[in-house]
């Protein structure tokens, strides 16, 4: 797979490169102990002590909890203790910020175990912890619950009824635009609505215009590491959590929030993390935890086993989506409409937000409008899943684009191009773009040896898609210390998940004139560097290599000053350049200046911080080839090309990784992953096995192009990359499979029995 | 999990008496790739597991002019790299060959497949197809089951309490025969079968005509099943689409699929007939050689 670097290489680009460190592909600072199996994940950590807990989990999607016993299981020997909601403080009616977006407290509490509902299968209801699993488990089932059992709300629709039963009776319909509330209990938690230009008049300009409806179903982040919390709650009152998460700084807010005990008395160490895709930044496991530590006075480590994860974390919501889009005779848009509803789960918070905003977010449209209903239903509370909202919205967008193409008999490609947002065009949730890449990416398609190759077999089809994701910026901090013999050892607080640490030693190294392995990167806990946000929102290697670039701004300063002073020289005449410092008669390189410096004066310690919100918002664009069985709509992948404009590519390896595994979790989501309910609320494939992940037979190489549009925003015009390349995959499927075989498929996923059900319906 | 006895008999007559006189739960243990599965995650609680597979009996593989032996513990990958197999009798070394991934073929058992009684069991069709005879040891001594006689239902099937299959026969292949085992599943490895199909062609000398046929069907009713029409109307019939194509629609008559999180009721009834008649003809492929 080319890079547009390696294709510029291999044409003999006279261009010098702009930079020395970024744009190479160092090995990976962590490599070494993740291929060798010595990375330390949550599971891996064992603390003297330890022991074990057990989570009691609701057998019902709704019930009402009349009474909880657990006297049977604390009579159990070998139980140390057990806990249920009556352990964590009363939550009251706080609304805190945590990391991802604000959160009712109340609801994060009974989340981690049920007050007085349990609103999902596999809603924790109580905690035991054991001197072994065996017995923790066994205790669990000791514990005596007395159910209400009530009927249970799984459809978005439904949900939205006014005589449909209510999850939540504190939750009121907040309307975004004012905030204001609604005055009766419902399932509906927000509305929202963006306006733009005059919609009638633009329906009324079209010369063409499709309405469809869309449906898609819950799917899961499928991380391989299930969910683990290892908690101590010393004596002294200082709390230790060890766990693999996606914001360390946001576990030990939710835990001094969830448990009211001071900030500074939490300390979080994270542990590598086994993705976490969005699903690893709530907290499931640690304040059962905590509490059963206190309780017991030793360590307790609970671990989730696959059917936990899948039935008890955060996957990304189903959702039903109406769109609506007019074209006038040469192809340009006149108007589009968006009605969406997105299943919460169990508590409010579903990416609706997001997906309102994504809905058109490729395309200048002149009128537009987009309603957005965020909604409760009996499916576990909802979290963040790579570009949260985003998928969902351009699998509906994207298909009835596919259908104007066909109406216009025009090319998507160049639909795309003629429609597509630019810098300047308005969304209509009212932002507009800054410089963006989205052209670019749909040139690199039209230019690629895939497009240009023809498809020839039988029920052999090619579609293609494009998707948006903002990207995030917030807060991050580093700190540098430079050792005695001139190497670097690089703090930061965001957990990797995927290359970042290198990605940002490198962005540093790049300032500093130094290579990449001149400095040692390491994630440490939350004690040991200034505050750091959640590695989500793609912002990791924009936010946190940007205080990466601070920091050696500051160093660089240091080193300028104290070097004047050891030459007795004026400041001004001392500069910093390419790994030298530069006198008025001398230049010395980084390493000795460090050495020099490290013996005569004070340790040589640099720090860097950032808040900046402007991270450039990325698009790509995904062509795919399928062959679909027309006897059995089972479809198979022949070729995938993925193109996205990344900002400047740091490392791009990773960045190649990075599309290519968003773009795998966009094909599963497209063709078979779903959660698979029955009548009772029970979902039914909690397992890998039924639970169907794509599998490496189940994929071609996923080519993948990077297009460098530099984010003017950012010191070496860094875009996040992590989110955008799950966004594409269903629609570019869904235009394909119509391309291979002639139905249309407005339901994810888009597995067999479904394709197979349009081809016995068109036959007939 | 709670704790539970395990015993490793080495003769049969021992296996027969401890799980007989067990008072709890006992479950013979095989390749285990399925029981450990259910006792870790809390299915089946056991108080004692008698692991069979130090029992020369159930280990037996043996394949000459009476037919094939195949011992009930025998683990996949022994019967899949039997080259004796692959030629005769092809659909039970194609079943041994997509049952789980590789670490799990190195330890799980035909018969273990069998003794299951899962409507979606890989060999089971393929055991229908082969006309195989399932060799039954108990404390009342030993008898003989035709083996689409042997599941009674989903997760049920004939064995006494005791009771535990030694061993598979299958009768010696004519002339001129040709089987195959297939399931359809929505990726393309680590699945289950949504629908599966197993089946056995004789053909004359001419390879024109079919003698006769056995097909088996499973994941589409309650347990796999043999569709005794689908394979009676291909017998003295020409080798042709349109004959194949009766015998799939039989196949596809017979079955009493239900929608779960695997597929559809249309779905897997369609993919019967598509399966049944893709399957006969790699059957006819192969019988013609």
């Known amino acids: 797979m080319a890079t547009i670097d390696e294709v510029k290489a291999a044409e003999g680009s006279d261009e010098a490169p702009k930079y020395k460190v970024i744009g190479t592909r160092p090995i990976r600072h962590d490599g070494a102990d993740k291929v060798t199996g010595r990375a330390l994940y949550g599971a891996d950590i064992k603390i003297k002590g330890m022991i074990f807990g057990a989570i009691l989990r609701s057998p019902h999607a709704h019930a009402n909890i009349k009474s909880i016993d657990t006297s049977k299981a604390e009579a159990l020997p070998g139980v140390r203790a057990v806990a249920t909601s009556a352990d964590l403080p009363e939550p009251g009616d706080k609304i805190a910020e ?68 209510v999850l939540n009776p504190d939750v009121r319909t907040e309307e975004a635009s004012t905030g204001e509330k609604g005055d009766k209990p419902t399932n509906v938690a927000k509305h929202i609505v963006f306006e733009k230009g005059d919609i009638e ?37 200082q709390i230790t959590v060890w766990t693999p998460t996606q914001g360390t700084f946001s576990v030990r807010s939710q835990m001094a ?52 994860v899948l039935q008890a974390t955060g996957p990304t919501p189903g959702s039903f989506i109406r769109i609506k889009m007019g074209v006038d005779a040469d192809g340009r848009l006149t108007a589009a409409e968006a009605w969406m509803a997105y299943e919460a789960g169990g508590y409010p918070g579903s990416p609706i937000g997001a997906g309102a905003m994504c809905v058109f977010s490729c395309y200048d449209i002149p009128n537009g409008r987009v309603e957005g209903y965020d909604v409760c239903v009996n499916k576990p509370r909802t979290n963040a899943y790579r570009a949260p909202g985003a998928t969902n919205a351009a699998f509906a967008t994207e298909t009835v684009v596919d259908e104007l193409c066909e109406k216009l008999g025009m090319e998507p490609v160049e639909f795309r191009l003629l429609n597509a947002s630019k810098e300047g065009t308005r969304r209509i949730d009212g932002v507009t773009y800054p410089r963006v890449g989205l052209v670019e990416t749909l040139e690199a398609i039209k230019n690629s040896d895939h497009y240009k190759t023809p498809l020839t077999g039988k029920n052999q089809g090619r579609g293609i898609g494009s998707g948006f994701w903002f990207n995030a910026g917030l807060k991050s901090a580093v700190t540098v210390t430079v050792n005695t013999d001139g190497s670097v050892s690089l703090l930061e607080g965001s957990t990797d998940i995927g290359g970042s640490r290198t990605g940002i030693a490198m962005q540093f190294a790049e300032a500093m004139g130094l290579a990449a392995e001149d400095i040692k990167p390491a994630v440490v806990d939350t004690d040991s560097v200034g505050y750091t946000d959640v590695t989500g929102g793609s ?11 601070e920091a050696a701004q500051d160093l660089k300063r240091q080193i300028v000053a104290r070097a004047a002073e050891l030459w007795d020289v004026d400041p001004a005449q001392v500069s910093y350049e390419d790994g030298h410092v530069i006198g008025p008669d001398k230049s010395v ?8 410096l490290s013996t005569t004066g004070e340790p040589l310690i640099a720090r860097g911080v950032s808040n900046h919100n402007e991270p450039g918002g990325a698009f790509g664009t995904h062509l795919v080839d399928v062959e679909v069985d027309p006897d059995t709509g089972k479809v198979d992948i022949l070729r995938y090309t993925a193109a996205q404009d990344c900002g400047t590519a740091i490392h791009p390896a990773y960045v190649e990784g990075q599309i290519q595994g968003g773009a795998v979790q966009g094909i599963g989501w497209g063709l078979n992953e779903e959660y698979w309910y029955d009548e009772t609320g029970s979902m039914r494939n909690a397992n890998f096995l039924d639970y169907r992940i794509p599998t490496c037979y189940d994929l071609p190489m996923i080519d993948a192009i990077i297009v460098e549009v530099p984010n003017p925003g950012h010191p070496y015009g860094v875009r996040g990359v992590g989110e955008v390349p799950i966004v594409p995959p269903p629609a570019a499927l869904e235009a394909a499979i119509y391309d291979a075989v002639g139905v249309r498929l407005y339901e994810l996923p888009m597995s067999p029995p479904r394709v197979l059900h349009e081809l016995l319906k068109k036959e007939s | 999990m709670r704790d539970f006895e395990y015993e490793a008999p080495t003769s049969l007559a021992d296996a027969v008496g401890l799980l007989a006189k067990s008072k709890g739960t006992a479950r013979p243990l095989a390749g285990g790739t399925d029981l450990i599965d259910h006792v870790r995650t809390g299915r089946l609680v056991a108080d004692l597991i008698v692991d069979l597979k130090k029992i020369p009996e159930l280990m037996v593989l043996e394949l000459n002019n009476a037919g094939l032996r195949l011992g009930a513990a025998v683990p996949c990958y022994k019967i899949y790299e039997h080259p004796g197999i692959l030629e005769q009798y092809s659909a039970i070394s194609d079943s041994s060959n997509i049952i789980g991934g590789m670490q799990v073929q190195n330890r799980a058992s035909v018969g273990g497949n069998l003794a299951n009684a899962g409507a979606a069991a890989d060999s089971t069709p393929a055991l229908i197809a082969l006309n195989a005879r399932v060799i039954i040891a108990g404390p009342s001594g030993t008898r003989e089951v035709a083996v689409d006689q042997f ?52 053909l004359d000398a001419s390879g024109e005509n079919f003698v006769s046929a056995r097909i088996g069907l499973g994941a589409v009713a309650a347990k796999p099943f043999y569709a005794q029409e689908a394979s009676e109307l291909l017998a003295g019939q020409p080798v042709n689409d349109e004959t194949i194509q009766k015998a799939a629609a039989a196949a596809r008559a017979v079955v009493h699929p239900i929608t779960d999180m695997r597929g559809t009721q249309e779905f897997r009834t369609h993919v019967t007939g598509v399966l049944t008649e893709r399957v006969i003809k790699k059957a006819v492929e192969r019988a013609r050689g």
């Open chain 1, 539 to 549: 912002r990791v290697t924009y936010a946190t290599g940007w205080a990466a670039y």
């Open chain 1, 201 to 237: 008049k633009g329906f009324a300009d079209a010369k063409y215009v499709v309405e469809r409806e869309f449906r898609t179903s819950t799917v899961h982040q499928g991380y391989i590491e299930p969910h683990v919390a290892t908690v101590l709650w010393n004596n002294d009152g």
């Open chain 1, 98 to 165: 945590l990391g991802e977006g604000a959160v009712v407290l109340n609801h994060l509490s009974s989340n981690n175990l049920a007050r007085t509902k349990v609103l999902y299968k596999g809603h924790a209801v109580a905690a035991v912890a054991a001197d072994n699993l065996h017995i923790a488990q066994e205790a669990a089932s000791l514990i005596e619950v007395e159910y209400e059992v009530l009927p249970p709300v799984m459809d978005v629709l439904k949900a939205m009824s006014s005589d449909a039963p």
């Open chain 2, 151 to 202: 599941c009674t239902g989903p997760g049920q099937n004939v064995l006494e309490p005791g009771e535990i299959i030694v061993e598979l026969q299958f009768p010696p292949r004519p002339a001129h025969s040709g089987s195959h085992y297939r399931r359809f599943i929505p990726r393309n490895e680590m699945d289950i079968a949504v629908v599966g199909v197993g089946a056995s062609v004789v």
């Open chain 1, 589 to 596: 390189c980084f390493k000795e200046i460090a050495m020099e």
């Open chain 1, 257 to 308: 929030e969830l448990l009211h005990v001071p900030l500074a008395r939490v300390k979080v160490v994270p542990a590598e993390i086994g993705g976490g895709f969005g699903g690893k930044i709530s907290v499931y496991l640690a304040p059962a935890a905590a509490v059963l530590s206190r309780k017991a006075g030793v360590p307790v480590q609970i671990v989730m086993d696959r059917a936990d």
